[in-house]
């Protein structure tokens, strides 16, 4: 569990886009964001207060995340001396990074003698059970989809957020180290070793009250051959009530896999429910959420009509649109 | 990889039933076998040559693999001493205990003081690719299950074997423990990370020649809750030409999974075989393994027959009634 609130690290980032991880802080949980701390020619911006770390600190804030991919994958000198600064001022630090922070002997030597905590979100720092398929109370609702990074996780923290807003019980549950970092919290499923895959997420949604909702990110696709394993152990530890069919329209082939087609709505729909009956018999897909950002709003809402026409069931962008009609579905069941 | 031939070490084995991957190493790789050496109070018997170190190094013997499941977790010391020795005659050590050799300071030390190799099989020693999905010469054939423990192994063993008495071309591609130490190389697929998995099997499955066949040992099930992303990820990363559906038809429920009933092999068959078309779209269900140990001789017969009637394939007990059929039907591939 990382302390927030944070402030957000965006160091020389080059761009707007290598500050994914700052940007998905400030979207989704801006109260835990009180500053950005920028570094000579950080072309990132947030919209939220330059702070320099004491005054974060005065602010209130208790870890310094790393908001932005490194260049070359390792943390630079530059990096290096802020990073260092910041846990002698008492903050905590946060990485995504694949350079890990634990493999950089100064900052280790550093966070002992400070006494702070460095969190790596990108490896497991718990001993995950095997899944026992035991069924839990409370609801969960999962988001699959027909490939990699075709909107799972905003699919999920829209609807968490559509939750919220009309007072329902909802918690987002990272799966990844975007997800992690905006929360604070999650399993970093892709390091998981395999046999424990489904038992971290068993452990992630544990039982709640009955009219609480887990909003579970989902991860790969079961047609992505990659990372199918994953996406499989999500299904099963994490025995979802709700499917929500996550799809990009205008994607030519599986991501990273050149030759490789998507599967139809149709297909990803029947199979993922066969699954997800093992672990829930009473699993039902309640509606498709389509990533239009490459679409123009005719063709958007063209496409979203014909999803309904065709497959019966809500179709909507939840990040153009709003997760309304998804909500509503969860809440038919 | 292992160096072959091997001495079995029984210890002090219980009974023979906690000698399973000696008994696996002796039925389906004697020639890696020179002879066993069991300590006083042994109770297992592989009827091989009983040797002291020193006759199993004249006899070329290269590893002492353990060959017997320890009691309470722990290596002995009454163990320790004999692997020590062990070290120091010039043997290499294999084991698949989860109580690790490298976690044993003094083993460690001697082996480095000796020069010699420490085989944990449980864990991975290679760094594996993420799988591309590309398109590997030779055939591929994927042992798939109804539940974990249901014979996967054993038809994969019995179909190379088979392949092998016809002249044919066949490598048995281990993906367990017991595996691994019969063959001397394969993957412990349920101890890599869950981003690596179809890539360590497409690592363990290369290009090979155009009539070559790999029997691969298939892992858990896509209906078993707790491990099915280890199956997923065999289907993806093996890219099979051909599934063999295997079942053992008294288990009253899923292996550890009390109040989880075991699918029909036609719901195997469709999902297994639509998932496994995701890489390979020529892939085919050729027909089934029943494991029938717990069945008299009539029911065996008459499930079979059944089996075949109804699925319009052919089954077998491969290791009760040889793997023929099964080994006929990948012919006509």
């Not at 946060?94 to 922070?101: P, Q, W």
């Not at 999650?186 to 009250?209: H, K, Q, R, Y």
Request: with cysteine; aromatic share 6%; glycine share 10%.
């Amino acid at each position: 569990m990382i302390e927030t609130p944070y402030l957000l690290f965006l160091g020389d980032a080059p761009d707007s886009l290598a500050a994914k991880v700052a940007q998905g802080i400030k979207d989704w949980r801006p109260q835990n964001a009180v500053g950005q701390f920028r570094m000579e020619g950080c072309k990132a911006d947030m919209r939220l207060p330059d702070m320099t770390l004491e005054e974060a600190r005065a602010a209130g804030a208790k870890t310094l995340v790393i908001g932005v991919a490194n260049r070359g994958g390792i943390i630079s000198a530059a990096w290096k001396k802020v990073l260092v600064q910041a846990l002698e001022e008492g903050f905590d630090l946060a990485s995504g990074l694949h350079n890990l922070l634990r493999d950089e002997l100064d900052l280790v030597a550093v966070a002992q003698a400070t006494g702070r905590q460095l969190h790596d979100v990108r490896v497991p720092s718990v001993q995950y059970p095997i899944a026992n398929g035991v069924k839990r109370t409370g609801k969960r609702c999962l988001a699959v989809g027909t490939d990699c990074s075709v909107g799972k996780m905003y699919t999920a923290l829209c609807m968490d957020r559509e939750m919220k807003a009309r007072g329902l019980k909802s918690s987002f549950r990272a799966t990844g180290q975007t997800g992690i970092l905006i929360t604070g919290d999650g399993v970093p499923l892709d390091a998981v070793i395999a046999d424990f895959m489904a038992g971290s997420v068993e452990w992630l949604t544990p039982d709640n009250d009955a009219d609480h909702w887990d909003m579970i990110e989902g991860q790969g696709s079961l047609f992505h051959v990659s990372y199918s394993g994953v996406t499989m152990a999500l299904i099963h530890g994490g025995q979802p009530d709700a499917l929500v069919v996550c799809h990009e329209p205008t994607r030519e082939h599986m991501r990273g896999l050149p030759g490789y087609k998507l599967p139809s709505l149709e297909l990803v729909r029947d199979i993922a429910l066969e699954l997800a009956k093992v672990a829930n018999p009473a699993c039902q897909v309640i509606g498709y959420a389509i990533n239009t950002q490459h679409m123009s709003e005719e063709d958007a809402q063209a496409y979203l009509a014909d999803v309904e026409k065709r497959l019966g069931l809500p179709a909507t962008d939840p990040y153009r649109y709003g997760a309304d009609k998804l909500v509503d579905a969860l809440a038919a069941i």
